[in-house]
Protein backbone atom coordinates (compact mmCIF):
# COMPACT_ATOMS: atom_id res chain seq x y z
CA UNK A 1 0.00 0.00 0.00
CA UNK A 2 0.94 3.56 -0.57
CA UNK A 3 1.45 5.49 2.32
CA UNK A 4 3.51 8.23 3.04
CA UNK A 5 4.29 8.22 6.88
CA UNK A 6 4.96 12.37 6.87
CA UNK A 7 1.74 12.97 4.12
CA UNK A 8 -1.43 15.15 4.89
CA UNK A 9 -4.12 15.22 2.88
CA UNK A 10 -6.45 18.36 2.72
CA UNK A 11 -10.24 18.74 1.81
CA UNK A 12 -10.22 19.56 -2.39
CA UNK A 13 -11.63 22.36 -2.10
CA UNK A 14 -11.20 25.94 -3.49
CA UNK A 15 -10.63 27.87 -0.82
CA UNK A 16 -8.25 25.67 0.79
CA UNK A 17 -6.36 25.11 -2.35
CA UNK A 18 -6.14 29.22 -2.68
CA UNK A 19 -5.31 28.98 1.33
CA UNK A 20 -2.65 26.75 0.81
CA UNK A 21 -1.26 27.30 -2.41
CA UNK A 22 0.78 30.53 -3.74
CA UNK A 23 -0.17 31.79 -7.26
CA UNK A 24 2.80 31.02 -10.19
CA UNK A 25 4.41 27.63 -8.27
CA UNK A 26 4.95 24.84 -10.20
CA UNK A 27 4.43 21.69 -8.63
CA UNK A 28 3.22 18.22 -8.55
CA UNK A 29 0.03 16.62 -6.57
CA UNK A 30 -1.97 13.45 -5.54
CA UNK A 31 -5.90 13.28 -5.43
CA UNK A 32 -7.52 10.91 -3.21
CA UNK A 33 -11.50 9.68 -2.64
CA UNK A 34 -12.99 9.54 0.63
CA UNK A 35 -11.91 6.37 2.36
CA UNK A 36 -8.94 5.39 0.28
CA UNK A 37 -5.43 5.54 1.52
CA UNK A 38 -4.09 5.72 -1.86
CA UNK A 39 -3.96 8.24 -4.63
CA UNK A 40 -6.04 8.10 -7.55
CA UNK A 41 -4.62 10.39 -9.62
CA UNK A 42 -1.15 12.02 -10.11
CA UNK A 43 -0.36 15.22 -11.34
CA UNK A 44 1.87 18.02 -12.21
CA UNK A 45 1.59 21.68 -13.26
CA UNK A 46 4.19 23.46 -15.07
CA UNK A 47 3.04 26.73 -14.81
CA UNK A 48 0.44 27.27 -11.39
CA UNK A 49 -0.07 24.17 -9.00
CA UNK A 50 -2.95 26.61 -7.81
CA UNK A 51 -5.39 26.98 -10.68
CA UNK A 52 -4.51 23.20 -11.94
CA UNK A 53 -5.95 21.83 -8.37
CA UNK A 54 -8.80 24.76 -8.57
CA UNK A 55 -9.99 22.80 -11.72
CA UNK A 56 -9.75 19.44 -9.75
CA UNK A 57 -11.66 21.26 -6.97
CA UNK A 58 -14.49 22.71 -9.15
CA UNK A 59 -15.00 18.81 -11.08
CA UNK A 60 -15.28 17.23 -7.80
CA UNK A 61 -12.82 14.93 -9.28
CA UNK A 62 -11.79 13.73 -5.99
CA UNK A 63 -11.98 14.51 -2.35
CA UNK A 64 -8.65 15.23 -1.01
CA UNK A 65 -5.40 16.05 -1.92
CA UNK A 66 -1.52 16.50 -0.96
CA UNK A 67 1.01 18.53 -2.83
CA UNK A 68 4.89 19.26 -3.23
CA UNK A 69 5.90 22.58 -5.06
CA UNK A 70 9.05 21.82 -6.84
CA UNK A 71 11.51 24.43 -8.06
CA UNK A 72 12.24 23.57 -11.22
CA UNK A 73 10.47 22.04 -14.36
CA UNK A 74 12.97 19.20 -14.53
CA UNK A 75 12.32 17.96 -11.04
CA UNK A 76 8.91 19.18 -11.04
CA UNK A 77 8.70 16.14 -14.44
CA UNK A 78 10.57 13.50 -12.17
CA UNK A 79 8.49 13.54 -9.18
CA UNK A 80 5.23 13.29 -10.88
CA UNK A 81 7.13 10.03 -12.80
CA UNK A 82 8.64 8.62 -10.10
CA UNK A 83 4.85 8.56 -8.64
CA UNK A 84 3.41 7.23 -11.53
CA UNK A 85 5.82 4.12 -11.45
CA UNK A 86 5.14 3.21 -8.41
CA UNK A 87 1.79 3.36 -8.76
CA UNK A 88 0.86 2.18 -11.76
CA UNK A 89 -2.17 0.11 -12.40
CA UNK A 90 -3.57 1.61 -9.16
CA UNK A 91 -4.21 5.21 -10.15
CA UNK A 92 -6.41 6.80 -12.93
CA UNK A 93 -3.94 8.44 -15.24
CA UNK A 94 -4.06 6.18 -18.84
CA UNK A 95 -0.60 7.77 -20.27
CA UNK A 96 2.58 8.22 -18.97
CA UNK A 97 3.29 11.75 -18.16
CA UNK A 98 4.64 13.92 -20.94
CA UNK A 99 7.94 15.98 -20.48
CA UNK A 100 7.34 19.84 -19.98
CA UNK A 101 7.22 21.75 -23.33
CA UNK A 102 10.97 22.89 -24.22
CA UNK A 103 12.73 20.20 -22.17
CA UNK A 104 14.23 17.16 -23.80
CA UNK A 105 14.25 14.52 -20.67
CA UNK A 106 13.58 11.11 -20.70
CA UNK A 107 11.93 9.53 -18.11
CA UNK A 108 14.57 8.19 -15.42
CA UNK A 109 12.52 5.27 -14.09
CA UNK A 110 11.28 3.73 -17.90
CA UNK A 111 12.41 0.68 -19.13
CA UNK A 112 14.34 2.10 -22.23
CA UNK A 113 15.98 4.80 -20.58
CA UNK A 114 17.39 2.85 -17.96
CA UNK A 115 18.58 0.09 -20.61
CA UNK A 116 19.95 2.76 -22.60
CA UNK A 117 21.84 4.06 -19.92
CA UNK A 118 23.46 0.42 -18.58
CA UNK A 119 23.94 0.36 -22.09
CA UNK A 120 26.26 2.66 -22.25
CA UNK A 121 27.96 1.63 -19.50
CA UNK A 122 31.91 1.07 -19.92
CA UNK A 123 32.80 -2.45 -19.53
CA UNK A 124 35.79 -4.36 -19.20
CA UNK A 125 36.19 -7.68 -20.44
CA UNK A 126 39.66 -8.27 -19.80
CA UNK A 127 42.10 -8.04 -16.51
CA UNK A 128 44.02 -5.22 -16.87
CA UNK A 129 47.35 -4.93 -14.46
CA UNK A 130 47.90 -1.21 -13.91
CA UNK A 131 51.11 -2.08 -12.16
CA UNK A 132 54.18 -1.70 -14.47
CA UNK A 133 57.34 -3.80 -14.16
Known amino acids: ?38 PIYIGRSDTCLRNRLLRHAHTKRADYFDYDIQWTLEKCFIAECSAYHALLGKIDNLIHPPPPKGLDIKCPFCRSTFDRIRNNRLTISKKVNFISS
Open 1 to 38: MFEHPQRRLYCLSPWLVRLLIPVDYIGTYSLYRFREKE
